[in-house]
């Protein structure tokens, strides 16, 4: 490819509205252009972005026996009122109705339409396991998108869904998608954690969330100092004993739990985590009354106050950097943030059993199918990616995800000798297959050098003054700033050498 050529252009101011460093860095990269709040289009360098991890997802979850599939992005209401979905999932689900008047809504999920798939094609336990996946845009109606690719609307994620017959045969999946998820993140040279969770609108017991670290993340984390504990905040528990009440303060709030009231009671410097309540009470809705505190209401008090006398006991509160881990029982909990970019979950039969999704076991019995799910977000992950790899010039892409590998540069299309050595190493380059860009705009050198760096191309081949004196290429890495010089038929050697290494 040629930049003269390229659909692009580059931008030097950062926008308003564009808050972290990825959203500002892919705008002004020439990346992604916004059509409406979380809604984007990819240019042509995003698009190999995210086409590259897009393969590398594609090659693992192939790899791990899965099997791809491309299911419809709208979806007729009536499958998710058979999973009771429809009236319970909230507003971000977009709600639509065709000429017919018939409802569809465009899928944020598609554990409904596969669950019917399978029902229909899975007879038999001889048939079991299965492990179904796609890549698919989604839309979620976010009441505030924001962050660019990390909590658009629109976006494009790969979601798997797995069949089984037994418990022994979903767990052993389950670990088979998380070692998958570890050889996705990588390979894209992320560095991640795999976290406990909650489970979310989706339901479903055991889950663990993949988090890429970075001080910019939406999630909260908590991990041990001393073991390999960490668990986002919404699921993260704390190693502690039942307390006497004594001088204790405590506070008790009023909750409607299904429209029934009930008092929570924790300690007052503690602060009520609703997932835990949700999940303690089995509310289908929560929400927190404007109710004053009575006697004779039912209550549920936090674990840490077992020693009030109640028989309803939960472990309510919100973990704190400085509680003992639930894990070893020794080291400290701290918080780091991280951005979620996948998410595994045993659903057992939630949706398989609602959906009267059934095969017959060996028994010749009829029985609902125990599922997992699989989801990792495509555009996120890139997303995620800029966030730990970046500097002050702009993105610093890893060599499996940058859309170009090497960005060559004449400082002169003036010079006929300079733009005669870029064509022919361009040339010598795209005949190896390896993915170069040639700068060949009539642009300033500063310019180019600049764009370069803001795209985080990793490789930058200069043909310039040291070509004119001493024949001499300037070959300089975006990663490390460090700047090699090289004879122009020892440029391709080198840059193999180097794609070789960052394979190992």
Known sequence: MRFSQLFFSTFKEVPKDAEVLSHQLMLRAGMIRKVAAGIY???PLGLRVLRKFEAIVREEMNRSGAQEVLMPSMIPSELWKRSSRWDHYGRELLRIKDRHGKEFCYGPTHEEVI????????KSYKQLPINAYQIQTKFRDEIRPRFGLMRGREFLMKDAYSFHASWESLDQTYRDMAATYRRIFQRAGLKFKAVKADSGAIGGDHSSEFMVTADTGEDAIMECLSCDYAANLEAAESHHKGQEMGDIETKTWVYMADQKPISVILKSEDTINEIKLRKALNAQVLYLSETTPETGLDAIVDLRL???????????RNVKSGDICPHCHQGRLQEIRGIEVGHIF???DKYSHSMTATYV??????????????????????????EQNNDKNGIIWPVALAPYLVDIIATSTADETLNTCAESLYGELLGE??????DDRDESAGL?????????????????KKFLSEGLIEFKSRQSGAVTMLKPEAVLGHIQTLLRAAKD
């Not at 077992?306 to 309510?316: F, H, N, Q, R, V």
């Not at 370069?452 to 043909?463: E, Q, Y």
């Open 41 to 43: 289009s990819m240019m």
């Open 448 to 464: 180019k050098f600049k764009d370069a760096d803001l795209i985080g191309i990793p490789f930058h081949v200069i043909v310039g």
């Open 361 to 386: 076991d060996e028994a010749g019995q009829d029985k609902p199918f125990l599922m997992g799910c699989y989801g990792i977000g495509i555009g996120r992950s890139i997303a995620a990616s800029i």
């Open 115 to 122: 669950t019917e798939l399978a029902n229909h094609y899975i």
């Open 306 to 316: 077992s020693g009030l006398g109640y028989e309803k006991l939960a472990d309510l």
């Open 433 to 438: 297959n390896i993915e170069v860009i040639l």
């Open 346 to 348: 045993q659903l057992g």
